[in-house]
């Protein structure tokens, strides 16, 4: 969904979760066998696996013609640098920006907090206030929703600051 959040940013028009999800079992992934949809890991447990993998966010981004790099400290190499001011600095640049985070971190919920687990776009840093903005799927009152800078540094250490960054900017 974090797909399809920055696809309406940067062109106008949001795919459904519908409409992403039958998208996404039908385009090749660049990562793994297979297309870029990740189907559940657990029948009984509809909500593991589910996804994408951040290298595939990519492959899925181009199907909707919007242009995008991956990051994370493994391969600024290739994709550019990363860390609060190279995301603070895209985020100023009008970049749409999708993260990877550990989610039981952001939603302060028991679980594994080791690994990430989940991907967010990032929409905004208040310094002043402390604050991350994200567009959180996974989450009913997951617009705008506002996490601890502290706290979200913490959540994205586990992608090893992973980030999707678009080449075109938020209309």
């Known amino acids: 969904m974090s797909v399809a959040e920055v696809v309406g940013q940067i062109t106008g028009h949001e795919p459904s979760e519908r409409q992403i999800i039958d998208v996404a079992k039908k385009t090749p992934s660049t990562d793994h066998p297979g297309s870029v949809y990740i189907k559940p890991a657990d029948p009984r447990d509809p909500n ?3 996804g994408t993998d951040p290298v595939d966010e990519i492959v899925l981004l181009a199907h909707y013609r919007v242009h995008a790099t991956y990051t994370d ?13 190279v ?31 989940h991907a967010v776009v990032v929409t905004g840093v208040d310094t002043g206030a402390g604050v991350v903005h ?20 913490q959540a ?10 678009t080449d075109e900017t938020v209309k």
């Open 156 to 165: 994205w250490a586990t992608s090893g600051d992973q980030m999707v960054v």
């Open 87 to 117: 995301l603070e600095q895209h985020l100023a640049n009008k970049h749409a920006v999708i993260v990877g985070v550990n989610a039981e971190t952001v939603w302060k919920k028991p679980g594994q907090t080791e690994h990430a687990d």
């Open 134 to 153: 994200l567009n959180d799927s996974g989450t009913p009152h997951g617009r705008d929703e506002k996490v601890d800078i502290t706290l979200f540094e």
């Open 48 to 50: 593991s696996g589910y």
């Open 73 to 85: 400290l493994d391969n600024t190499a290739q994709g550019g640098p990363t860390g609060m001011p």
